[in-house]
């Protein structure tokens, strides 16, 4: 309707006898039935909370089922930060980094406001589809780092000491997660002492998952 194709030709042969697998990074309850209607996973990016993925996985299972389709057959997974340290002080610092913070514009106003904060790309900001980092210029990327909660930066993350990250992952895995895209952001401590010694409980974390 909006992009049309003339001549247009996909003629790879399937490899093997099989076609990848389609996996979706939906959020919005549209994309999310077309998820369950098409979808071979689910990777969501700007789900924050363990709830609100039990939730919309329930919307992606219910629209496999409409469309005849096993709803187990749909990936859960989940694409998140992992900061981990030796000790909350540790892992604190490294929340708090220009850098790391950073990735909290990704995140949309409304998970902003329930920190009591207003996104700096307006109360109406959706997420990170709507995000151009190449048009906000050096001091207002500072600028906006510095307004971000301490409090939002744990609720986009996995961080603590390692059992308290593996405590979190534990707690999405009884909402319905099974696959995790796992980011190492320990290694984006502004100090590189720290972000060495994070490799450690990094390492225990990714032992701690075969487990889960």
């Known amino acids: 309707e909006f992009f049309p194709l003339h001549n247009a030709v996909f003629d790879l042969p399937p490899y093997r006898g099989t076609w990848p697998e389609m996996w979706v990074a939906a959020q919005g309850p549209r994309m999310l ?5 098409h979808a071979d996973g689910w990777v969501p990016f700007t789900i924050s909370r363990p709830a609100d993925y039990a939730r919309s996985l329930d919307t992606v299972r219910t629209a496999a089922s409409d469309a005849g389709r096993d709803p187990e057959a749909i990936v859960p997974a989940l694409n ?3 900061v981990v340290g030796r000790t ?15 990735s909290a ?10 920190h009591g904060a207003v996104h700096p790309l307006g109360a109406d900001f959706s997420g990170v589809q709507d995000l151009v980092p190449q048009t906000i210029d050096y001091e207002s990327a500072l600028a906006y780092t510095k307004a971000v909660p301490a409090s939002l930066m744990r609720e986009i993350t996995f961080s ?8 979190q992952i534990a707690e999405w895995r009884d909402h319905g997660l099974r696959y995790l895209l796992v980011l190492n952001a320990s290694q984006l401590n502004p100090r590189l002492s720290k972000a060495i010694t994070a490799s450690g409980p990094f390492g225990t974390v990714l032992r701690g998952l075969k487990k889960l």
Not at 33 to 37: K, L, M, S
Not at 91 to 99: F, M, N, R, S, T
Not at 105 to 114: G, T
């Open 33 to 37: 039935r077309i998820t369950g209607r």
């Open 160 to 167: 603590g000491t390692a059992d308290e990250v593996l405590g």
């Open 88 to 102: 909350r002080d540790d892992v604190d610092e490294a929340l708090d980094g220009v850098i790391m913070k950073s």
């Open 105 to 114: 514009l990704s995140a949309p106003a409304e998970v902003w406001a329930r």
């Open 80 to 82: 998140r930060a992992v």
